[in-house]
């Protein structure tokens, strides 16, 4: 690792994108685009991800090792999220219940 010391300007820059993100996707959230809104908010929390691993946890200058393995960990988180966001998505075709109703009670018998 001779990276040297990595200046507290750019901790402030990403800091400073990691907020506007935020932001971004607290705005996001409230507004309506339809089956694009949970696309979008997971982009923008992989943006911030990806943002935090390679800065704040130092993977920009690390040896190749510790990129293979960072890069198979966040494919596994990807692979989460889309088997999460396919799980979301094809439940659309499903129709949802119908009101369970309660069972006629027997009445009792008139003498």
Known sequence: MSHGLIST???YKIFA???AL??????AAFIDMG??????AMGIACTKALLVILFFMHVRYNSPVTWI?????????????MLGMNDYVSRSW??????WTAP???APASH
Do not use: H, K, R
């Open 69 to 81: 393995f960072v890069s198979a960990g966040f494919v596994m988180l990807l692979i989460m999220l």
């Open 22 to 27: 935020t932001t971004l996707t607290v705005i």
């Open 104 to 106: 006629p009670s027997a």
């Open 35 to 40: 089956a694009l809104n949970d696309i979008i």
């Open 17 to 19: 994108t990691l907020m």
């Open 9 to 11: 300007e750019l901790y």
């Open 94 to 99: 499903d129709a949802p219940p119908s009101p």
